[in-house]
């Protein structure tokens, strides 16, 4: 006779069954661990990468699904900082870092991540090269005939500190510290440069400087002319004179309120009077003659400069006249057209012109400055410039040159005689 165990029975052995089956599985459970990863040396450094990597040596257990090296300037780098991700699995890794910051110290140490968390290597340190400094050249300033100022600003040490600043300079292209040279303190920053020393009516090359322990880097070229010599005129106003070719110019506006022999120039201030004039007339920009004669000169009516209205009289020094309209473009032509004439012509920089001043190099030492003029109403200094040429174009107008912020053309034009603007004048 069989015997057949009783349903109590059989749900005894079930229960004993799963409940040795979940205690295996617990076991199991239980025994995996987070992996263990070393970490490899940290090689290759430059000023924004390195090479390292890893070795995963024990999965804990369980499968590693991510490794890789983290870092960060702080300690105890997590995968929440940078990092890198280089495949699964248990062995060898490398690493490629990128996007580091010259000349800084990084805590660095390797990853692996399994189901059960995430394990990190011994933490190591290691500091990214310094690159060269970062800076720009100051535009040129305080011309004479034997020296000038610039300087520069350097707003990035590339992590090392900057042990020599200042200028250098030579009469050849792309000059170095192995030439003539300022020595402007240390540290990033602006400074100032005095260069001393310069022939006169001659053509140097300048730019900063910067040393650090990754070496020397440069700004930008810029050019200094020094000026030929210097005139007066019979107000006993000093210009200095640069040589363009076979032309020598004034390198500064006239301001002269008297003919050179001695006849006075009338003051128009009221611009009703002013509008209306047929005689020679100046005045100051915004009739303001503390703010803007040392800068931009005067502004001059064309009967100042045209025989028929002044009496065959000269508003430029003794041996010097205004150009006439082949003078000026003898001098576009020399500098290879109006095409970019202008910017050869022009002051650098923003002191005085509005940005962008395009093109503006200054090459010449002519130093033209956006003196603005005068219609019925004062022209805003600043976005531009005109010069008077002695050449009438017609009865009611005359040529002259003028000078734009936006470009870098000498634009050739025509404009009515009660216009006022400024004159420079050409040695006979």
Not at 276 to 289: E, S
Not at 375 to 396: M, Q, R, V
Request: net charge neutral.
């Amino acid at each position: 006779m069989k015997k057949f165990l009783s349903p109590l029975a059989i749900f005894s052995l079930l229960i004993a069954g799963l409940f040795f089956s979940l205690l295996i599985s617990c076991k199991k459970e239980a025994s995996k661990v987070i992996p263990a990863v070393t970490l490899a040396s940290v090689t290759n450094i430059t000023a924004t990468t390195a090479a390292t990597g890893g070795n995963v040596t024990s999965d804990g257990g369980s499968e590693v699904t991510a490794r890789g090296v983290c870092w960060s300037i702080s300690t105890g780098p997590t995968t929440a900082a940078d990092k890198t991700t280089d495949g699964t699995g248990p062995g060898n890794f490398s690493s490629s870092i990128t996007g580091l910051t010259p000349g800084a110290l990084y805590n660095i140490r390797a990853y692996a991540v399994n189901a059960v968390g995430t394990a990190y290597s011994s933490s190591t340190t290691f500091s990214a090269l310094a690159s060269i400094p970062v800076l720009t050249t100051n535009s040129l300033s305080a011309v004479t005939t034997t020296s000038g100022t610039s300087g520069g600003n350097i707003p990035n040490d590339g992590g090392a500190a900057i042990t020599a600043r200042g200028v250098c300079w030579n009469t050849s292209a792309s000059p170095t510290t192995g030439n003539n040279k300022t020595t402007d303190g240390t540290g990033i920053g602006a400074f100032t440069s005095s260069i001393t020393g310069l022939t006169a009516n001659t053509t140097y090359y300048v730019r900063a400087y910067a040393t650090n322990s990754a070496g020397t880097s440069y700004g930008d070229e810029a050019v200094l002319k020094t000026f030929t010599a210097t005139v007066t005129d019979i107000d006993g106003n000093v210009y200095f004179t640069v040589t363009i070719g076979t032309q020598v110019w004034m390198a500064g506006n006239l301001k002269t309120v008297k003919y050179n022999d001695g006849t006075d120039i009338p003051l128009v201030t009221d611009r009703t009077a002013w509008s209306a004039l047929t005689t020679p007339g100046y005045c100051w920009l915004d009739n303001d003659k503390a703010a803007n004669k040392d800068t931009y000169g005067a502004l001059y009516n064309y009967y100042v400069v045209d025989p028929a209205a002044n009496g065959g009289k000269n508003v430029c020094p003794t041996g010097w006249k205004v150009p006439t309209n082949d003078q000026w473009t003898a001098l576009t032509n020399y500098l290879n057209g109006e095409a970019g004439a202008g910017g050869k012509i022009k002051e650098t920089g923003t002191a005085h012109w509005q940005t962008p001043n395009t093109g503006a190099t200054n090459e010449t030492g002519f130093t033209a400055l956006p003196a603005g003029g005068r219609g019925y109403d004062f022209n805003l200094s600043g976005t531009g410039t005109n010069f008077w040429t002695s050449t009438e174009y017609e009865a009611h107008t005359g040529w002259e040159r003028f000078l734009s912020f936006s470009n870098s053309n000498v634009h050739t034009e025509y404009y009515g005689k009660t216009n006022g603007i400024s004159i420079r004048c050409l040695k006979n």
